[in-house]
């Protein structure tokens, strides 16, 4: 991103990488979503198990107009079927505010997309060795555009942290890999986008 090259006449180009390798945790403005949004990671809280929840899927997202993607944003959406009255609710930029946000993924470089166009890859989430609370991610993309200059690819890797003195945290993916609690309430599936923001 060639912000931090010149932010308001300083060069914070040092500061680069460590910016774009850790998601940032903020509400995304539905406006500013650019693809429609594709579930990655069905979640079945009755049956799943601890090792399944480091996995590496597949995603395909499809434009919905000619923009630029400056980053991939996951939310995660949530059926409470198992009770007397069924609950759902989303967590995404299309759904009422939760205090549990979008999480942002920056990409190193701004792709151009136009409408029906697709971006695909592989999202890939684990537990770091020093804390299984935090994550490991990686996402590796290629925007499949009709003209071969604006065809792109690559792979970012981010590390997610979970302060310590936070239990609840922030759920839309940090707290997915570790937190017992989160397995017993009611995670239901992934769902990924790209946005301009």
């Known amino acids: 991103m060639i912000v931090w090259d010149n932010v308001y006449g300083f060069d914070f180009s040092p500061l680069k990488h460590t910016a774009l390798s850790e998601p940032l945790v903020d509400t995304v403005d539905f406006k500013a979503v650019v693809t429609d949004p594709s579930a990655v990671f069905p979640i079945d809280l009755y049956t799943v198990t601890a090792a399944e929840l480091a996995f590496s899927v597949p995603f395909r997202l499809r434009s919905r107009r000619d923009d630029f993607v400056h980053a991939l944003i996951a939310w995660f959406d949530i059926d409470f079927t198992a009770c007397h009255k069924p609950v759902k609710f989303s967590t995404g930029p299309h759904a009422k505010y939760t205090h549990w946000k979008q999480t942002v993924f920056y990409l190193k470089e701004v792709l ?13 989430s684990k537990p770091t060795k020093q804390n299984k609370r935090d ?18 690819e690559g792979k970012c890797e981010y590390k997610m942290q979970v302060p310590p003195d936070s239990w609840q945290g922030n759920l839309s993916l940090t707290n997915l890999i570790g937190v017992n609690f989160v397995i017993r309430i009611g995670w239901e599936l992934f769902v990924f986008s790209a946005s301009n923001r």
């Open 135 to 152: 994550l490991d991610v990686t996402i590796e993309y290629k925007l499949e555009a009709d003209e071969i200059a604006r065809v792109a």
């Open 112 to 124: 151009t997309i136009k409408d029906g166009e697709e971006i695909v890859g592989t999202l890939t």
